[in-house]
């Protein structure tokens, strides 16, 4: 399967603990996003990177987020002293992007659910 | 708040039918794209449409766009219990750079 991949899939973490995400992009795709989704909501934009510069984050992200993509391939986000409010499905998505502007079709990852308790 | 809007919230018909649904966005756009959502696959792109296109086709799918107002609607034809999933308009914008911005979806259910 040469897809996005998301790991792990489901995490559950107790308040006040640190999660770390990890995605695998379409190995040819030079830009990878991370949002989140919460139920009834569509995705919100949290970061974008175009290989291995992180070019935009949202205000939605705290100093609590960090996210990194070394080397331009895989991607790790991570949430520093989670709050429940970070419950939420973690999701990635990359893109083949020419000529840098304008945002372009989007492949999905599976996501990862984080509950915090 | 989201860029686009999509109406209705939540649509319930019976397999063969035709379902429509409608996205409303605010600024003015470079493309949009529809994307499906269900719960064993993720989000799924379906279609794009540029600003300077009107309307598209793809398999049972047909978007059209209306600059002028602001909006598109996604038209699935001949539906499939299968089609069963969230739907979700997203905007590519000169404002925001380059990301989408999605919309909270349009819940489609088709009854076979």
């Known amino acids: 399967d040469t897809g996005v991949s998301q790991n792990p899939r489901h995490k559950i973490t107790k308040r006040g603990q640190n999660v770390t995400f990890r995605c695998d992009p379409i190995s040819e795709h030079n830009r990878l996003y991370w949002y989140r989704q919460t139920l009834g909501q569509g995705p919100e934009f949290l970061t974008y990177?175009?290989?291995?510069?992180?070019?935009?984050k949202s205000r939605l992200l705290s100093d609590r987020f960090s996210a990194e993509r070394p080397k331009g391939s895989f991607s790790t986000l991570e949430i520093q002293r989670t709050e429940q409010g970070d419950s939420a499905m973690y999701l990635c998505?990359?893109?083949?992007?020419?000529?840098?502007?304008?945002?372009?079709?989007?492949?999905f990852g599976p996501g990862t659910r984080l509950t915090v308790t | 708040s989201q860029q686009g809007e999509e109406d209705p919230q939540a649509l319930s018909i019976q397999e063969g039918e035709n379902a429509t649904m409608n996205c409303s966005y605010k600024t003015s756009i470079n493309n949009l794209q529809w994307y499906r959502q269900n719960s064993g696959r993720g989000l799924v792109h379906l279609i794009l449409?540029?600003?300077?296109?009107r309307e598209k086709h793809s398999g049972r799918l047909r978007v059209t766009l209306d600059t002028s107002k602001k909006s598109s609607s996604l038209l699935i034809t001949a539906s499939r219990a299968a089609d069963t999933a969230s739907y979700f308009c997203a905007t590519d914008a000169w404002e925001y750079g380059n990301k989408l911005v999605f919309g909270a979806g349009t819940i489609l259910r088709v009854k076979s």
């Open positions: 990177f175009q290989n291995e510069a992180q070019l935009e």
């Open positions: 449409i540029r600003s300077n296109e």
């Open positions: 998505a990359s893109s083949l992007v020419s000529g840098g502007q304008g945002a372009y079709e989007q492949y």
